[in-house]
């Protein structure tokens, strides 16, 4: 089998584990569940898509819980779910197919749990949701690419 030599730093530029540099990205929100956390506290995991200037995009799971009250509302404003927050109920399907903006930070790699001394690898996660403003929020939706999810386009008659 032929192969392409590449470093390390090569293979995790390229990865689907690269870290992107932190900053403001647009997000579509893929698929939306509800779950228990750790701590035994409801919460609402986003699975989303982040797209770079490029057109690039990357993966990445949040994690929505009312301990956190901030990310939460300010989940909700960008998607347009404010009404849905200030009445105190938030159901995860309402999340999908939303678009917005977010603040990516990296989160530093933590040590295993395995007595290795080896450490998990930086990961990007979302530090905090932007609030949409007047047309700059209709610019950053509309750089997301739509992606169409039903083609059945035949008239029934």
Known sequence: MQVTPKSEEQIEKESV?????????NFEVVSASETVSKGGNEMIVLSMN???SQGESKAIKDYLLDAMAYKIRHACE?????????????IA?????????LKLSIEKGKLKDDGSGDKHPDKNSVKDYVKPTGAKAVTARASAPVVATDLDDEIPF
Request: proline letters at 3%; a negative charge.
């Open 17 to 25: 584990f690269a870290v992107w540099p932190e900053g403001i990205y």
């Open 50 to 52: 982040i797209f770079n």
């Open 78 to 90: 960008a998607c347009d779910l404010l009404s849905h927050y200030e009445n105190g109920s938030i």
């Open 93 to 101: 399907f309402d999340f999908e197919g939303k678009r917005g903006d």
